[in-house]
């Protein structure tokens, strides 16, 4: 639409801002919640449908530092463009975090590095401070999501852990 605002670029993840990776969203119209889990949705309740308190979901919002061949800066993501990094939703990867604490951490050691062209979205506004990613293409065509790879370190990371707390001997 507004073309001068929309670049394509090609960039490469240097880290992510893994200590807020989601936020809680009315999973009727998808708009942001406060953390109180009581709290109602304000734009659904207005509107009359829902009495009740509002059901909830997790939704993706990723800070990310990348760089292109010209500079390094900040950009923000949202639930769908992160879903193509992550590979599962934000609540999938809430529940995969509650058993793998650290999770969040090596999904970010896991997209360091990886390339994919990304449009990108200037501000509009003065409220908004970062450039917005609002798609996202691997560069690779062999590209894992993330939820891929951390399956795979985790189930092996409890397998090694199991073999070296048991006997020598059980090694082979
Ligand atoms: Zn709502």
Redesign the pocket.
């Known amino acids: 639409m507004d073309g001068a605002n929309q670049s394509s670029e090609v960039c490469a993840v240097l880290g992510i801002d893994h200590s807020s990776l989601f936020y809680r969203a009315?999973s009727?119209?998808e708009?942001p919640l406060k953390d109180d889990p009581n709290c109602l949705?304000q734009?659904?309740h207005r509107f009359g449908s829902v009495n009740l308190p509002?059901s909830s979901k997790r939704l993706f919002r990723v800070l990310m530092s990348i760089a292109t061949d010209e500079k390094v800066f900040t950009v923000i993501c949202f639930d769908r463009v992160a879903r193509v990094m992550f590979g599962c939703s934000a609540d999938e990867f809430f529940e995969f975090l509650k058993f793998h604490p650290f999770a969040a951490a090596t999904a970010s050691k896991v997209l360091e590095g990886e390339v994919f062209i990304m449009k990108l979205s200037k501000p509009k506004n003065g409220n908004a401070q970062h450039v917005r990613v609002t798609s996202l293409v691997p560069m690779m065509s062999d590209y894992r999501p993330a939820i891929e790879t951390l399956k795979e370190i985790y189930r092996v990371r409890s397998i090694a852990s199991q073999s070296s707390m048991g006997t020598s001997s059980a090694i082979h």
Do not use: D, I, K, T
Request: charged residues 10%; positive net charge.
């Open positions: 009315c009727l119209c708009r949705c734009h659904c509002s």
